[in-house]
């Protein structure tokens, strides 16, 4: 099936050009970045101006960037017990996350209703830890819905620990700057910005000490060894100057299509409950549910009618239970197990909101024609 409307933009983005340019010539270039000759230096060029361009995008200094696989392994670079006696991590936590990367155990800060971390529960359990590790992701991959980071990361410093922020749905959607959060550690992923899949990076603030879960070579600055994905960091950081230069008039203009896509949610099937609506969210995202959807089924129907949405997080898709972000929030398990997540990006057009708006209308029809013919059975 060719898809006319992607709208899948949480689970992996556009390559934007600058990036694929990028690792186009990138990939003409021989060379080991490690290596002295001029060959060598020629790639180690290439390297190092990504990690210029990706320091830029969050504000710091290229030495605090270290190249990683992708935002999971960042991740579970930052969580090992090195940082912490004990990791606490908010209940709505991607799930890279939520397997407490090196740590034995994990401990659940519980969210609220409208999908945000219990800032007052936070606290009153960081008052009975020592050394304590805290991952809170900047915005949840699923609702959309922004963490309240920088007030969390004052809360933790004030009681002795360290702050890890995934914040691999936040660059190119909301500001994303390391010191105005406050952050020790940072994730970022390449493909949530343009950039290729399997590249990302974990920043690190001056001082604190990484534990490398590769070891080998002394790639890095020694944090992470084996040989660099040259034309992939190439691709992030092309995409991450992009990104620095574009994302405020592009987050305004996919905003407005995410607005229009609610309305239309809502002019079809008035009982439409869109997830963490009550709290500040990403411009691009929307979560949604109504009573007797099944989110397999709809993602099938949108699916077939060309566009392209997820049910939940894309990397639990091909499970049926309901989300444990969802669970987290509350919300009802019926509605949570039918919940069907668009995202938006860059290059969303008008066009494919009119698709998707399309196929809701024909698959919130034969709900309701379900609906009355058992209403007529009972
Ligand atoms: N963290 C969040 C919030 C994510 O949404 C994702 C991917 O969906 C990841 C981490 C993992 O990133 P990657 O796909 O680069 O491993």
């Known amino acids: 099936m060719v898809t006319h409307a992607y709208l899948d933009w949480n689970a992996t983005g556009r390559l934007r050009q600058e990036a694929q340019a990028a690792m186009t010539a990138a990939l003409a270039v021989t060379g080991n970045p490690s290596s002295v000759h001029a060959a060598g230096r020629a790639a180690r060029h290439l390297v190092e101006a990504a990690r210029e361009q990706v320091a830029a995008l969050v504000g710091t200094a290229p030495g ?24 606490l991590i908010s209940a709505i936590e991607h799930p890279s996350v939520r397997c407490g ?50 007030e969390a990361a004052a ?14 749905q936040g660059p190119g959607r909301i500001s994303c700057d390391f010191n105005a959060l406050g952050a020790d550690l940072m994730t970022l992923s390449a493909h949530k910005i343009g950039g290729p899949q399997g590249v990302g990076a974990l920043i690190r603030r001056d001082g604190v000490q990484l534990d490398p ?16 994905n040259v034309a992939g960091i190439a691709g992030f950081g092309a995409a991450a100057e992009a990104v620095a230069r574009c994302w405020a008039d592009e987050a305004a203009l996919v905003a407005g299509l995410r607005d229009r896509l ?50 939940g997080a894309a990397c639990s898709s091909g ?7 969802l669970a987290a929030m509350g919300a009802a398990p019926e509605l949570a197990r039918g919940a ?36 007529f059975a009972a």
């Open 213 to 228: 879960l590769i070891k080998g070579g002394g790639q890095e600055h020694g944090a992470r060894a084996g040989t660099e």
């Open 340 to 375: 069907i997540r668009a995202s938006l990006g860059y290059s969303t057009s008008e066009d494919e909101i009119e698709a998707f708006l399309k196929a809701w209308a024909a698959l919130a029809e034969g709900l309701y024609k379900i609906r009355k013919q058992q209403e």
């Open 319 to 325: 499970k049926v239970a309901p989300s444990h972000v």
């Open 64 to 87: 605090d960037v270290v190249f990683t696989s992708g935002g999971t392994e960042a991740n579970m670079l930052a969580l090992s017990p090195v940082l912490g006696e004990v990791l």
């Open 101 to 150: 990367g090196r740590f034995s155990a994990v401990e659940e800060i519980p969210a609220t209703a409208a999908g945000v971390v219990d800032l007052a529960a936070l606290e009153r359990r960081l008052a009975r830890c020592s050394r304590p590790l805290v991952s809170l992701m900047l915005a949840n991959n699923e609702t959309g819905v922004i963490q309240p980071v920088a």
């Open 262 to 311: 609610e309305a239309g949610l809502a002019a079809t099937a008035p009982e439409t409950v869109i997830f963490g609506r009550e709290a500040p969210r990403l411009p691009n995202t929307t979560l949604f549910g109504i009573p007797g959807m099944k989110a397999e089924t709809a993602v099938i129907a949108f699916d077939l009618a060309g566009v392209a949405v997820s049910s």
């Open 155 to 168: 809360i933790v410093h004030a009681a002795g620990g360290l702050i890890h922020v995934d914040a691999v």
